[in-house]
Each structure stands twice: as structure tokens, then as C-alpha cells.
């Protein structure tokens, strides 16, 4: 695709707003503010950013996984959504009966992530599958974005040979980062490269440098153009280095400082700026207006949540079942 | 013309077809080939589009279906043995189960189980899984035991907005007959009396109701009248249809062909002993398949599950107390 002034900044802007989102959950949750865990997409924004931005709102479908604050930001979800999960708000998205990164709207194309790794690639398949019967899927993309440790599971193999068999325009996007948890790619996978897997599914394969904006914007928006375009699944992998714990409370101390001082250990916020500054796309004082008009943003957000109640136990109905006239207990 | 247990799944599905656009059936062999046991037969020639052949993936085939169902279909998963939906295990229970209450929005899929023994099947190709979906938060356990119910309770399951296992017994399938598939109407959630009695009540559901029925009779010539209790849902489970017939009995002995630990005899068990614990006039009993995986040989087999011999031996000892 042709990447345009356009679209790097939307995916740019994204990148600046979700970075400042997840620093003030980063405080938050050292000043013990947040309810749960805190998990960041610090150093995989520009990955993350690229393919929500190539989505469509309102027609398009998309799984994010933990690290994708930036995407959410992109494919257009309110800040309020995601304080008000951190924060325990019961108007929440998910009613502070789930938190964190688990929070989606499945009902408007977001898909509520469950913890077991791989599982959304074939939910996605599903729904685009739904589309199919129902004549609606022209022009539709789902796109999800997972880590390397995902890859291992039998969930990613099973749901992305299910998508590649039924020829579903899906889009995986592999955050290779190196670590899952605190586990090394040497002991998760012996493929010399990830790529080398889309082959085997009979998906396309493209390999971006997870830390280079432009080149994510470019080969992941282009990713999404072919799946939209009928090309069938496509297959990302983005190779980069999260720049922080698996979660706040996980130091990365078995992140060894030669990975961390090596070329994938820059930040992309750094080089997309760069990118931009030279292209003449972005100045200086434009980017201090967005970051400005984030922090407003970001402020809003917590606030409001802040002064929001938490559950009340004493009114939820404890029923699991939409047909709440076959409960059991 | 007679009517099988297997042709009521087949043509429950049929009419769900028919009737409601929604609906599509996905599994392993489904298409051309009508399945396995052939509960699918004919139906992708009548609905190309909405009768599905999978890939062996019960993980995805499961994540597909709850995909579908968020965008408003009504999917149907043929998992071609009950014992196989352990690989799809985690997407229902953690995926289908928790979705609702997660998020608000109901995930309207139903598993069919081909469950229970039957000779020589083993112990892949034999189990009852209800006592397991049972267990989880979000799930509508459905045991049918008679062609009419294996007909209506799929239709009814299919209806539903939440996940349905639907546990349909692979022994009744084909000599399980029946003239018609007119029934008595009773509605998912509520047990049947299959046997009236008041001597000791049993209680069992999907293949066992027969064989309890049969233990009944058996006692009959000695002069034991007992009562039967179909469930006919495990999940939710008809406590107050038990304990009416408790009441009548005083005595009662839970059936099941799944393991003996824990379980849907258990939590019988549990809650007439916890709520109706003043009408029992002995120890409440429980019989359940062997501690063993579900062994190959017929002679090991029928030994291995309870049979009207081994429940008319229990509901003797517990006339005897």
C-alpha cells in the first residue's frame, strides 16, 4: 500500500495517546489505585496502533490481546472503557465483573479476550463466518494480535488452520517480543522464524520490524488491504521487545541488557516521531498539542471513573445464564 | 411408520433448518457423509450453506461457533464423540460459559454429545461428560432419555440464549423406537415420573432411566413398587420433582453411568439430604459406572456400568435398612 501523511498520523496519534493512557496506569497502579493487574504495550504501540488504524469501526472485527491499548485507541474505543475497567467502575464495559485487558464489546466488533492464548483466532473466523451466511461479509476484515507464546498453543494452530481452510478474511498479527512472560523464544519455538509457519498454514506471510512505525503502518495496513481484497488470512509477524514487565508487577530483570541495548530494544514512539519529523508529516508543536490534548484526555477519564461506585455484591443477580429463568442455584 | 431416538436428533435438526435461518450445524464428516451415526443425513443437500464439514479441531470448531454467535446465529456442534469435546473443552466452559456474564452478550450455541457406552467402544469412545459441563457456571446440561424429548429438548435447546450441552445417549439411538414425536409437553428444567411408585424412588437420567426401569420391574413380582424419576435436565436439576417423590418413597438411590466421583448422583444425593433430610427412612444411596476408564470387552463393560441387575441389588439393600 501507499502509506499516506494521513494514515501515519492516524496510527501515530494513536501511539501517543495510548502511551500516555498506560503511563498513568503504570502510577496508578504503584499508588495501589488500580483493581487487578496492569498489563502494558509499552515498545509494541507502533505494531499495535497499525493495525487497529486500518480498521474499520462499525464494520470491521477486532480481537486485541494484552498489549494492545495502542489498537483499541485506534480502532476507536473511549478511554472511559478502559479506566473505567482499571479502576473497578461498575459502568464499566464488563460491569467490573472482569477487568483489565479482558474488557471488549462484542456486540460492536470487539471481542472480550479470555486468558487460555490462541482462542480468538477462531471466535474471529466464526463471526466473519456469520457474515458469509448472512450475505454480509463483502469487504469485512477481522484482525487479532497475539505474542509469541500464543503461538504454541494448539488454540492458534487449530483456529488458524480453521481460517485458512475456510479462506476468511482474517488478519493474525504475531508480536514476536521476544519473551513470553519470562520464557525465551529458544525454549517456545525452533522454527528459524515465525514466518516460516504462514507456509505451512497456506497463509501469506509478511515480517515487519516491530519497531520501525512506518514499516508497521505500511506492511500491516497492507496486510489488511489483502485480506479485504479476498487474498485470504494473512499472517504478521512483527518481531520488536516489550519495554516493560509482563505486567506493572514484573521488573523484566531476565530481560538480558544485550537484547535491551540491541536494535529491537529502541522505542517506537522515538523512531515513529523521527519518522515523521523528517518527512515533514508531524512538527514538534503538533506533537506537543496532541500530547497535551491526551493528558486532558487521560485526566478526564480517570477522574470521572475515580468518582464512579464499584459493584454493589449485594445487587448483582450471581446468575450466569442470559435465560435467567433456568438458573440452578 | 416407527421413529428412532437417531431420527429424532436428525429431524429436530431438520426442523430447526427449516424454521429458523439462524441456525447452522457444523462438525466432523456432517455433510456428504451425514455424520457418524447419521444424524445428519440429507441436510447439506437441503442447506448447502448452513451444514458444515469441519477440520478435527474441536477447539475451533467451538471458538467458531461462539464467533457465529455473536453475530446472531444460532450454530449447532456435532462433536462426533462426546469424549472428543475435551479438546474443546476450555472454549466452552472458559469461552461460551463466562461470555454472558463477562460481557452481556449471550452466546446461543449447542454442543451435541454423542455420549455413553456401548460394546466395545472403550474408553475414548464411551464417556458421559454431564457431570463436567455441569460444574461450570453458564451452561444448560440437557440428558434426554426418550425419542420425544431427544426431538422437543433439542428444538427447546436450540432456542435457548445461553450454551446448551446436549447429551444424547449413543445406546438408545437405534432401538429406542417410538411411534410419533408426540409427547407430554413438559418443558426443559423439569423431570418426569417415568414409573410411579412408593416404595423407593430412583433417580437417573438419559440411558439409565431404562435400565432403572427394568430394575423396577424386576422388583415387581416380589412386591416392590418403585417409583422412577427421568431428570431428563441435569442442568438445571428438578430438586423439588425428587423430593415430592421422596416424600411419597422415603427412599432413594441416585443412577448414572458417568464416574462415581462426585458428580450428578452426588449432588442428588446432596441436596435431598440437605433439604428433605427428615423424610428419609434410609441412607440415601448412589450407583455409578466402575473408578476405571470405560473398559473395550462387552463382558468387561456391562459390568462396568450399572445394569437393572446391580440397581435392583442397591434398591434391595436399601429396602432392606
Same mark, same amino acid.
Given at each position: 500500500m501507499d502509506l499516506t501523511k494521513e494514515h501515519a498520523r492516524k496510527v501515530y496519534q494513536a501511539m501517543v495517546r495510548s502511551r500516555l493512557l498506560e503511563a498513568k496506569f503504570s502510577s496508578l497502579y504503584k499508588a495501589g489505585q488500580i483493581v487487578g493487574g496492569v498489563y502494558l504495550g509499552k515498545g509494541q504501540e507502533a505494531v499495535s496502533a497499525s493495525i487497529g488504524a486500518r480498521l474499520v469501526p462499525g464494520k470491521d472485527l477486532f480481537a486485541p490481546l494484552i498489549r494492545d491499548q495502542a489498537g483499541r485507541t485506534a480502532f476507536g474505543e473511549d478511554m472511559l472503557d478502559a479506566t473505567r475497567t482499571y479502576l473497578g467502575s461498575a459502568k464499566g464495559p464488563m460491569k467490573a465483573r472482569d477487568g483489565n485487558i479482558h474488557r471488549g464489546r462484542p456486540g460492536d466488533g470487539v471481542v472480550a479476550m479470555i486468558s487460555h492464548l490462541g482462542t480468538s483466532i477462531s471466535v474471529l473466523g466464526g463471526m466473519l463466518k456469520a457474515r458469509e451466511i448472512q450475505g454480509k461479509l463483502e469487504g469485512c476484515v477481522g484482525a487479532t494480535c497475539i505474542g509469541d507464546g500464543a503461538t504454541s498453543t494448539g488454540a492458534f494452530h487449530e483456529g488458524l488452520n480453521y481460517v485458512a481452510v475456510e479462506k476468511l478474511p482474517v488478519v493474525v498479527v504475531v508480536a514476536d517480543n521476544q519473551f513470553a512472560y519470562s520464557t525465551p523464544n529458544s525454549k517456545q519455538y525452533a522454527c528459524k522464524d515465525l514466518i516460516d509457519r504462514a507456509k505451512g498454514y497456506g497463509v501469506a506471510g509478511h515480517s515487519v520490524d516491530g519497531t520501525d512505525m512506518l514499516a508497521c503502518a505500511a506492511v500491516i495496513g497492507q496486510a489488511v488491504d489483502s485480506a479485504r481484497n479476498g487474498e485470504g488470512p494473512q499472517m504478521v509477524v512483527a518481531k520488536l521487545l516489550r519495554l516493560?514487565?509482563?505486567?506493572?508487577?514484573?521488573?523484566?530483570?531476565?530481560?538480558p541488557e544485550e537484547i535491551r541495548s540491541s536494535h529491537y530494544g529502541r522505542d517506537c514512539m522515538e523512531v515513529g516521531k523521527q519518522q515523521l519529523i523528517e518527512l515533514g508529516w508531524l512538527t514538534e508543536a503538533e506533537l506537543g498539542e496532541w500530547e497535551a490534548a491526551a493528558r486532558e484526555e487521560v485526566q478526564l477519564a480517570v477522574t470521572t471513573a475515580q468518582r464512579e461506585d464499584g459493584p454493589d455484591p449485594y445487587q448483582e443477580d450471581w446468575c450466569a445464564l442470559a435465560g435467567g429463568s433456568y438458573r440452578d442455584w | 411408520m416407527p421413529v428412532t431416538y437417531i431420527d429424532a436428533i436428525r429431524d429436530a435438526q431438520y426442523k430447526a433448518l427449516e424454521t429458523d435461518e439462524r441456525v447452522f450445524l457444523y462438525g466432523q464428516d456432517i455433510g456428504k457423509f451425514g455424520g457418524a451415526f447419521k444424524a445428519t443425513k440429507g441436510l447439506q443437500e437441503r442447506w448447502p450453506e448452513r451444514v458444515m464439514d469441519a477440520p478435527i479441531s474441536e477447539d475451533a470448531m467451538v471458538g467458531m461457533a461462539i464467533g457465529a454467535a455473536i453475530e446472531g446465529m444460532r450454530p449447532v456442534v456435532e462433536?462426533?464423540?462426546?469424549?472428543?469435546s475435551s479438546v474443546g473443552f476450555n472454549q466452552i466452559v472458559n469461552n461460551a460459559a463466562t461470555h454472558y456474564y463477562r460481557t452481556g452478550v449471550p452466546i446461543p450455541i449447542t454442543v451435541r454429545m454423542p455420549s455413553g457406552g456401548t460394546p466395545?467402544? #472403550?474408553?475414548?469412545?464411551?464417556?458421559?461428560i454431564e457431570t463436567i459441563y455441569s460444574h461450570y457456571p453458564g451452561c444448560i446440561v440437557l440428558t434426554p432419555a426418550t425419542v420425544s424429548d431427544a426431538y422437543h429438548m433439542l428444538l427447546e435447546g436450540i432456542a435457548l440464549d445461553d450454551p446448551v450441552i446436549f447429551c444424547e445417549h449413543k445406546f438408545l439411538?437405534?432401538?429406542?423406537?417410538?411411534?410419533?414425536?408426540?409427547?407430554?409437553g413438559l418443558p426443559i428444567g423439569k423431570a418426569r415420573i417415568t414409573r410411579a411408585g412408593k416404595h423407593a424412588t430412583v433417580v437417573a437420567y438419559s440411558a439409565m432411566v431404562h435400565e432403572a426401569v427394568r430394575a423396577a420391574e424386576m422388583l415387581e413380582s416380589e412386591g416392590w413398587e418403585i417409583e422412577v424419576v427421568d431428570l431428563r435436565s441435569v442442568k438445571p436439576l428438578d430438586t423439588d420433582t425428587v423430593i415430592a417423590s421422596v416424600a411419597r418413597t422415603g427412599r432413594l438411590l441416585a443412577v448414572g453411568e458417568?464416574?462415581?466421583?462426585? #458428580?450428578v448422583t452426588a449432588e442428588i444425593v446432596a441436596r435431598v439430604v440437605k433439604e428433605a433430610f427428615h423424610l428419609l427412612d434410609a441412607p440415601p444411596m448412589r450407583l455409578n459406572a466402575k473408578d476405571t476408564p470405560i473398559p473395550y470387552h462387552p463382558k468387561l463393560w456391562a459390568e462396568h456400568r450399572p445394569t437393572p441387575e446391580s440397581i435392583s441389588h442397591a434398591l434391595k439393600q436399601l429396602l432392606a435398612y
Amino acid at each position: 500500500m501507499d502509506l499516506t501523511k494521513e494514515h501515519a498520523r492516524k496510527v501515530y496519534q494513536a501511539m501517543v495517546r495510548s502511551r500516555l493512557l498506560e503511563a498513568k496506569f503504570s502510577s496508578l497502579y504503584k499508588a495501589g489505585q488500580i483493581v487487578g493487574g496492569v498489563y502494558l504495550g509499552k515498545g509494541q504501540e507502533a505494531v499495535s496502533a497499525s493495525i487497529g488504524a486500518r480498521l474499520v469501526p462499525g464494520k470491521d472485527l477486532f480481537a486485541p490481546l494484552i498489549r494492545d491499548q495502542a489498537g483499541r485507541t485506534a480502532f476507536g474505543e473511549d478511554m472511559l472503557d478502559a479506566t473505567r475497567t482499571y479502576l473497578g467502575s461498575a459502568k464499566g464495559p464488563m460491569k467490573a465483573r472482569d477487568g483489565n485487558i479482558h474488557r471488549g464489546r462484542p456486540g460492536d466488533g470487539v471481542v472480550a479476550m479470555i486468558s487460555h492464548l490462541g482462542t480468538s483466532i477462531s471466535v474471529l473466523g466464526g463471526m466473519l463466518k456469520a457474515r458469509e451466511i448472512q450475505g454480509k461479509l463483502e469487504g469485512c476484515v477481522g484482525a487479532t494480535c497475539i505474542g509469541d507464546g500464543a503461538t504454541s498453543t494448539g488454540a492458534f494452530h487449530e483456529g488458524l488452520n480453521y481460517v485458512a481452510v475456510e479462506k476468511l478474511p482474517v488478519v493474525v498479527v504475531v508480536a514476536d517480543n521476544q519473551f513470553a512472560y519470562s520464557t525465551p523464544n529458544s525454549k517456545q519455538y525452533a522454527c528459524k522464524d515465525l514466518i516460516d509457519r504462514a507456509k505451512g498454514y497456506g497463509v501469506a506471510g509478511h515480517s515487519v520490524d516491530g519497531t520501525d512505525m512506518l514499516a508497521c503502518a505500511a506492511v500491516i495496513g497492507q496486510a489488511v488491504d489483502s485480506a479485504r481484497n479476498g487474498e485470504g488470512p494473512q499472517m504478521v509477524v512483527a518481531k520488536l521487545l516489550r519495554l516493560s514487565g509482563h505486567g506493572e508487577h514484573d521488573d523484566g530483570s531476565y530481560i538480558p541488557e544485550e537484547i535491551r541495548s540491541s536494535h529491537y530494544g529502541r522505542d517506537c514512539m522515538e523512531v515513529g516521531k523521527q519518522q515523521l519529523i523528517e518527512l515533514g508529516w508531524l512538527t514538534e508543536a503538533e506533537l506537543g498539542e496532541w500530547e497535551a490534548a491526551a493528558r486532558e484526555e487521560v485526566q478526564l477519564a480517570v477522574t470521572t471513573a475515580q468518582r464512579e461506585d464499584g459493584p454493589d455484591p449485594y445487587q448483582e443477580d450471581w446468575c450466569a445464564l442470559a435465560g435467567g429463568s433456568y438458573r440452578d442455584w | 411408520m416407527p421413529v428412532t431416538y437417531i431420527d429424532a436428533i436428525r429431524d429436530a435438526q431438520y426442523k430447526a433448518l427449516e424454521t429458523d435461518e439462524r441456525v447452522f450445524l457444523y462438525g466432523q464428516d456432517i455433510g456428504k457423509f451425514g455424520g457418524a451415526f447419521k444424524a445428519t443425513k440429507g441436510l447439506q443437500e437441503r442447506w448447502p450453506e448452513r451444514v458444515m464439514d469441519a477440520p478435527i479441531s474441536e477447539d475451533a470448531m467451538v471458538g467458531m461457533a461462539i464467533g457465529a454467535a455473536i453475530e446472531g446465529m444460532r450454530p449447532v456442534v456435532e462433536m462426533q464423540f462426546a469424549d472428543f469435546s475435551s479438546v474443546g473443552f476450555n472454549q466452552i466452559v472458559n469461552n461460551a460459559a463466562t461470555h454472558y456474564y463477562r460481557t452481556g452478550v449471550p452466546i446461543p450455541i449447542t454442543v451435541r454429545m454423542p455420549s455413553g457406552g456401548t460394546p466395545g467402544s #472403550g474408553p475414548f469412545h464411551s464417556q458421559s461428560i454431564e457431570t463436567i459441563y455441569s460444574h461450570y457456571p453458564g451452561c444448560i446440561v440437557l440428558t434426554p432419555a426418550t425419542v420425544s424429548d431427544a426431538y422437543h429438548m433439542l428444538l427447546e435447546g436450540i432456542a435457548l440464549d445461553d450454551p446448551v450441552i446436549f447429551c444424547e445417549h449413543k445406546f438408545l439411538y437405534r432401538w429406542l423406537k417410538s411411534e410419533n414425536y408426540e409427547g407430554d409437553g413438559l418443558p426443559i428444567g423439569k423431570a418426569r415420573i417415568t414409573r410411579a411408585g412408593k416404595h423407593a424412588t430412583v433417580v437417573a437420567y438419559s440411558a439409565m432411566v431404562h435400565e432403572a426401569v427394568r430394575a423396577a420391574e424386576m422388583l415387581e413380582s416380589e412386591g416392590w413398587e418403585i417409583e422412577v424419576v427421568d431428570l431428563r435436565s441435569v442442568k438445571p436439576l428438578d430438586t423439588d420433582t425428587v423430593i415430592a417423590s421422596v416424600a411419597r418413597t422415603g427412599r432413594l438411590l441416585a443412577v448414572g453411568e458417568a464416574f462415581p466421583w462426585g #458428580g450428578v448422583t452426588a449432588e442428588i444425593v446432596a441436596r435431598v439430604v440437605k433439604e428433605a433430610f427428615h423424610l428419609l427412612d434410609a441412607p440415601p444411596m448412589r450407583l455409578n459406572a466402575k473408578d476405571t476408564p470405560i473398559p473395550y470387552h462387552p463382558k468387561l463393560w456391562a459390568e462396568h456400568r450399572p445394569t437393572p441387575e446391580s440397581i435392583s441389588h442397591a434398591l434391595k439393600q436399601l429396602l432392606a435398612y
